[in-house]
Structure formats: structure tokens, C-alpha cells
């Protein structure tokens, strides 16, 4: 009898990569199939630690409310975990302010998006911990493989039947003896959630099948990250505050809460002026972006850590949902999938909505049935799309050679997003707008809206404030 996808592996799927988005995925999986293997590369730390294969971790990680919805809808209670962690809560822009090039966000008393700052340890030890109690609850068995790499996939062009998987040199598993012999873990779905360093595009060449299309936008925009402790009140200001790059001014810096009485200070610049990773390098960076206010509180905090760099910033898209792309029983979400700039903050809430649109596809299709892998890989690019617009509008600006290129319609939405974002600084409906489709609670559809569109072409762009504001602004006097 020939092998259908639901018999092949035993029920089994396979998720590569036990970080975020592959614990998430766990989730979308529970109760569809009666096992779920997670190979991971590393071994998970006790307790709430840095651990070595997140390489962005010791960075700014903030959840945006349109993830935190969907991470509720897939583990209701994660959000109260966190805070109970001692994550923070801030409502923009009653609660993180942002400098433009117009000046100051007047701090509307708006509370739509709740988001979250807090450190990555935290966010997946909370995670992980709560996923195996789902699992231990479900009727799926769930077995991790810590210390174990992904090096292939099995099977053929038109169906991927399972993961070719290898112990790691110097893990418990090899006795440190050096590379395991490969072995296979046969699988009716595997779920490639493995991160920047997907391996998928050369398996696919192995199985006889081309890569998907690659798209790239890479600002060349690099940040360094160091934890503070303020020594008095002036170095705890009562809001977040962002002051992003623009044009004329392509340095900037994030100054944020997280637990423990701890604030994050990211700075950040283009090619050119990207911050040093020195001690007083860092601190005099920050005298130099777009306003002096950040660096006014060096003196009211004290360094708790060491200053840490990363670079690797380019926004990737594999067009997985392209037709034909991806053979049966084979889906890739998150950064595996499409990459941001981190410092727009949006990659663990598109790891959360992937994990959701795969969950609503085999909840509506039956489980796995044929068809599974295509339908699944457009519901995560349909997740994935206002992010991405989001990220390559800011960025292609900045960016050079092909990755600069742009078309008519791409250059138009830019011109207009960006004056929306200017003429939001003063004007509630138009922030309330560009807040929905920033924090993926709505589609982009949403700034296309005619009462938006006559605000944002129409009214004159008026100055913010000088300073961060110290009052909020009630919405009806600002109405």
C-alpha cells in the first residue's frame, strides 16, 4: 500500500530547532500528531541563562502585542508568566516615546498595545517550560534531543519523509569521541525552525529540487547592548525611549526597562557609524545620535555588564510560499523562514503568529492531510508580510547595490509611511493607525484607510516636542 502522510514516520513530526519559534511550533503540533521529536543543537542551560547558540540574546527583545496575542491563543497564561518574571510592560507612546527628525512623540494616553521588554533568557525559559507542560498534558509524546544536529533531509523532490540527524562532538551523547555516525528520524512533517542558519535551500538541492527565491535588504546597520542600574531616579526616566536613525542622522540608541530593576541601553548605526564595543567608545556613541537626552543618563546608571556588538542585521526572505516551492511535509517558519533587522523587535512575534497559522491550517485541513505543507507555508507568509514591509521600508533606504533597488510602488509606500509616521508624532488617529499595523495586531491594508489617507497627504507635518515629554496627553484634549 503506498505511504500517505499520515502513516509515514509513525504520526511523527520532527521540529529542527528547540529555540522560540521551534518550541512554538511544538505547540501548533500538539494533538495533531502522536509524536513530536525536537532536534536541538545545543543543551538548555537550568534556570534563566544566556546560552551560546542565540547569538542576538544578550540584546534588546521586546514582544510585540500582535505576538503576545497569538503566543495567549497558542499558551494562554505566557503573557502573566513573564510578567510574573519580572518583565515590563510598555503602551507606546504613553509609555516608550520616539524621537523623529520632526521631534519629540507627544505621549497620547493610549493603551492599545501592550508590549513586553524583557531579557531572552526569561522569555525561553518561561516558554520552554511551558510548552512541556502542555505536552505532558496532551496526547502527544514529546521527546527532545539536546546536543543534536540536523545535517539532511530524507526522502525525494516530491515528499521529505524525515531529518538525518547526527550527535554533537563533545556532548554527552558521543562521550566527546568526536562526529556520531548520522541516523534517521522518520517523520510525516518537519517543521524547519533552525533560524538564521537554515540549512533547508542546500537540502533542497540534495533531494533534487532548486532553492526557493532569496530576497535581501541589508542596511548594513550594526548595535552594541549593555545592561545598566540606575543609581538614582534621573537614571529611570517613567517611559522608554527610542531614537531611531533618518536620513541626516543615521546613528541611534534604545534606552528600555527589563526585570530586576535592569535597563538595556542598544545603540546602534548604518555602515560608517557603527558603535565601538569599548567602554568609553560606547558611552561617547551615544553623545552623538540624534538627540542628547540618552546619553544625559550615563552618568545616573551604572554598568552591570560588558558592552556586546552584533552585525549580522540583513532582512532575508526565502519564498517558501512561492507555488511548488516546498515539497510535501516539509514547512519553515520563522527566521528560517523570513529574518529581520532585529531592532525593529519583530522576529519573536513572528515566530509566535507562524506557530498560530500553522496551527489554524491543520485545524482547518484536517490534521495532515495532502496539500498540508502548501497551505501552512502561505498562512506563515501571510503572518509574515506587515513585518517585512515594515523592515525593508525602513531599511532600503540605507541599503546599497541590488539590495537598494526598488520599484515605483515600494518607493511610493515608503514616501507615505514615512510621512505618516512624521504627521503621527502630533496626530493620535494617525499613530493609533501605524501602532496597529507596527505592532501586527492588523494587516497594512489598515493605513490605507481613507479617513488615514486624507490625514497623512493632506495636513501639514507639524514639529514634536524638544524634549521627551513629561506629561501625557489625555486623547481628547489631543483629538
Known amino acids: 500500500m503506498e505511504e500517505t502522510a499520515e502513516t509515514a514516520g509513525e504520526r511523527r513530526a520532527v521540529v529542527i530547532g528547540g ?14 500528531v502522536d509524536t513530536v521529536t525536537v532536534v536541538e543543537r545545543d543543551r538548555y542551560p537550568e534556570g534563566h541563562a544566556f546560552r551560546k547558540g542565540v547569538p542576538q540574546a544578550r540584546h534588546l527583545h521586546v514582544f510585540l502585542s500582535g505576538g503576545l496575542r497569538a503566543l495567549e491563543e497558542l499558551l494562554p497564561g505566557t503573557g502573566r508568566a513573564f510578567t510574573d518574571a519580572g518583565a515590563r ?51 502527544t509524546r514529546l521527546e527532545v534531543l539536546e546536543a543534536t544536529e540536523a545535517v539532511g533531509l530524507t526522502g525525494d523532490a516530491g515528499r521529505v519523509t524525515g531529518v538525518r540527524v547526527r550527535a554533537r562532538a563533545g556532548g554527552d551523547r558521543t562521550g566527546g569521541a568526536g562526529p556520531a555516525a548520522a541516523q534517521t528520524v522518520p517523520a510525516a512533517l518537519v517543521v524547519d525552525a533552525s533560524g538564521r542558519s537554515s540549512k533547508a535551500p542546500q ?7 532548486p532553492a526557493p527565491r532569496q530576497e535581501t535588504v541589508d542596511a548594513g546597520i550594526a548595535y552594541a547592548t549593555r545592561m545598566f542600574r540606575p543609581t538614582g531616579p534621573a537614571g529611570a526616566p517613567d517611559m522608554g525611549i527610542n531614537i531611531p536613525g533618518w536620513p541626516g542622522s543615521p546613528r541611534g540608541a534604545v534606552y528600555v526597562p527589563v526585570e530586576g530593576g535592569i535597563w538595556l ?49 540583513a532582512n532575508r526572505r526565502r519564498h517558501y510560499e512561492r507555488p511548488g516551492t516546498v515539497p510535501e511535509g516539509f514547512v519553515v517558519v520563522g527566521d528560517a523562514n523570513c529574518t529581520f533587522n532585529p531592532i525593529y523587535g519583530q522576529g519573536m512575534s513572528i515566530a509566535a503568529l ?9 485545524e482547518s485541513g484536517g490534521g495532515l492531510r495532502p496539500g498540508l505543507a502548501r497551505r501552512a507555508q502561505r498562512a506563515v507568509a501571510r503572518a509574515t508580510e506587515p513585518a517585512w514591509m515594515i523592515a525593508i521600508g525602513a531599511d532600503r533606504p540605507y541599503a546599497s547595490g541590488a539590495d537598494a533597488r526598488s520599484g515605483l510602488g515600494e518607493r511610493l509606500m515608503s514616501w507615505y509611511v514615512q510621512r505618516l509616521i512624521l504627521r503621527s508624532v502630533v496626530d493620535p488617529v494617525l499613530g493609533a493607525a501605524f501602532r496597529d499595523v507596527s505592532c501586527l495586531t492588523v494587516p497594512p491594508s489598515r493605513l490605507m484607510a481613507p479617513r488615514t489617507v486624507l490625514r497623512t497627504v493632506l495636513l501639514p507635518l507639524r514639529p514634536g516636542a524638544g524634549a521627551p515629554p513629561a506629561a501625557v496627553v489625555p486623547l481628547r484634549r489631543a483629538a
Open 19 to 32: 529555540g522560540l519559534a521551534g518550541m512554538l511550533a511544538v505547540t501548533a503540533l500538539l494533538g495533531h
Open 354 to 362: 507562524d506557530a498560530l497559522a500553522l496551527r489554524r491550517t491543520l
Open 203 to 209: 537540502w533542497f538541492a540534495e533531494l533534487g529540487r
Open 265 to 313: 541601553l542598544t545603540a546602534a548605526g548604518v555602515r560608517g557609524h557603527h558603535p565601538p564595543t569599548d567602554d568609553q567608545g560606547f558611552a561617547d556613541f551615544t553623545a552623538t545620535i540624534g538627540d542628547p537626552y540618552i546619553h544625559g543618563l550615563l552618568p545616573h546608571a551604572e554598568p552591570v555588564s560588558p558592552v556586546y556588538g552584533f552585525r549580522d542585521t
Open 89 to 139: 510592560t510598555l503602551y507606546p507612546p504613553s509609555d516608550l516615546v520616539t524621537r523623529t527628525a520632526v521631534g519629540w512623540q507627544h505621549r497620547f494616553e493610549e493603551r492599545r498595545h501592550g508590549c513586553l521588554s524583557v531579557t531572552r533568557p526569561v522569555i525561553d525559559g518561561v516558554v520552554r517550560a511551558r510548552v512541556l507542560r502542555a505536552a505532558a498534558a496532551s496526547a
